[in-house]
């Protein structure tokens, strides 16, 4: 295991990313904004969801489906704060699980 990357045990500084490519069908439409907002709403961290230049909240429904994020999109999820890691682990959930469309 490689040391920390910001070089402090401080955990409320922490900030991790992961990048997905969307498989479900339809991509992120109602449905599955929904379910990423619910999720991300369950913890402190600050969840930014990105794809190319777009930058939008994950704890925002409306933020995401502005994203036009279609099938075979690939986005950036960046969880900030105390909790980043439980939020990531759970948001990769539902990547994997393709928002539980399939």
Same mark, same amino acid.
């Given at each position: 295991?490689?040391?920390? $990357?910001? =070089? #402090? /045990?401080? !955990?409320?500084? /922490?900030?991790? %990313?992961? !990048?997905? *490519?969307? @498989?479900?069908?339809?991509?992120?439409?109602?449905?599955? /904004? $929904?379910?990423? *907002?619910?999720? %991300? #709403?369950?913890? +402190?961290?600050?969840?930014?969801? &990105?794809? =190319? $230049?777009?930058? *939008? #909240?994950?704890?925002s429904i409306m933020g995401l489906?502005?994203? &036009? /994020?279609?099938? =075979?999109?690939?986005?950036?999820? *960046?969880? !900030? =704060?105390?909790?980043? +890691? @439980?939020?990531?682990? !759970?948001? &990769?959930?539902?990547? +994997?699980?393709?928002?539980y469309e399939e």
């Amino acid at each position: 295991m490689s040391p920390a $990357a910001h =070089g #402090s /045990a401080d !955990e409320s500084s /922490a900030r991790l %990313a992961r !990048e997905y *490519v969307i @498989q479900n069908r339809y991509g992120i439409h109602a449905r599955p /904004a $929904a379910l990423l *907002v619910k999720t %991300a #709403s369950k913890f +402190q961290a600050e969840v930014t969801v &990105e794809k =190319g $230049a777009v930058k *939008v #909240s994950g704890k925002s429904i409306m933020g995401l489906m502005t994203m &036009e /994020a279609s099938c =075979g999109a690939k986005v950036r999820i *960046v969880a !900030e =704060g105390a909790d980043a +890691q @439980q939020a990531l682990d !759970e948001i &990769e959930r539902l990547f +994997q699980n393709k928002f539980y469309e399939e």
